[in-house]
């Protein structure tokens, strides 16, 4: 069974910067595509990146403020964010991209205020 754990996520100033990480298990995470999506109050849930599994990457209108990245040797799927605004305030998760796995994780809330 997959697992996705977000973490990294928290309270930061207008301005600011953060790195999100996303630990995969139980899969063949080398082989996937994977993304960044988020989901702010009240809205859909939106894709904000996503990177193969050789690195190429695509944003979906953050270019230039986030810049995911990946570690297949640790499994892990990294979301470095700056720049931040106000309305990227929302909760971020990963998961694999088109398809993606049927169980998200948790995700990582980052609250951006000043």
């Known amino acids: 069974q997959v697992q996705l754990v977000e973490s990294g996520g928290g309270l930061v100033q207008p301005g600011g910067s953060l790195k999100l990480s996303c630990v995969v298990s139980g899969s063949t995470f080398t082989a996937y595509t994977m993304g960044w999506y988020r989901q702010a109050p009240g809205k859909q849930r939106e894709l904000v990146a996503t990177?193969?599994?050789?690195?190429?990457t695509r944003y979906v209108s953050m270019k230039g403020r986030f810049t995911i990245s990946r570690d297949n040797a640790k499994k892990t799927v990294y979301l470095q964010m700056n720049s931040l605004k106000p309305e990227d305030t929302a909760v971020y998760y990963c998961?694999?991209?088109?398809?993606?796995?049927?169980?998200w994780g948790q995700g990582t809330q980052v609250t951006v205020s000043s």
């Open positions: 990177i193969t599994s050789s690195g190429t």
């Open positions: 998961n694999r991209y088109s398809p993606s796995f049927a169980s």
